[in-house]
């Protein structure tokens, strides 16, 4: 079972950047998939971004053009670029494993913040 931590969350104005990451405690190297998911206040979690091994991506149609999903496997990490923030990209953002549809599947990490002021 690989273990994840999330970082790179915090309070930023509307039109800002911040970079997130997630260090897994073993190789991702064998992982296909992998995503960024979020959770909003009184919301769902839901996919905002998806990376296969071979550099597939997905995106959710609302961070489009603003989000760039990355990953390492020297590094056993993967990385979510967020420029250009808005107050409603607000929640907490999880990593994790995911299917070839998406889904999320295995444990949850604590996540991390990320808050929008506008």
């Known amino acids: 079972q690989v273990q994840l931590v999330e970082s790179g969350g915090g309070l930023v104005q509307a039109g800002g950047s911040l970079r997130l990451s997630c260090a897994a405690s073993?190789?991702?190297?064998?992982?296909?998939?992998m995503g960024w998911y979020r959770q909003a206040p009184g919301k769902q979690r839901e996919l905002v971004a998806g990376?296969?091994?071979?550099?597939?991506?997905n995106y959710a149609d609302s961070v489009k053009g603003r989000f760039t999903i990355s990953r390492d496997n020297a590094k056993n990490t993967v990385y979510l670029q967020m420029n250009s923030l808005r107050p409603e990209d607000t929640g907490v953002y999880y990593c994790?494993?995911?299917?070839?549809?998406?889904?999320?599947?295995?444990?949850w990490g604590q996540g991390t913040q990320v808050t929008v002021s506008s």
């Open positions: 994790n494993r995911a299917t070839t549809s998406w889904a999320p599947f295995g444990s």
């Open positions: 073993r190789s991702i190297f064998s992982i296909n998939t």
């Open positions: 990376v296969t091994r071979i550099g597939n991506t």
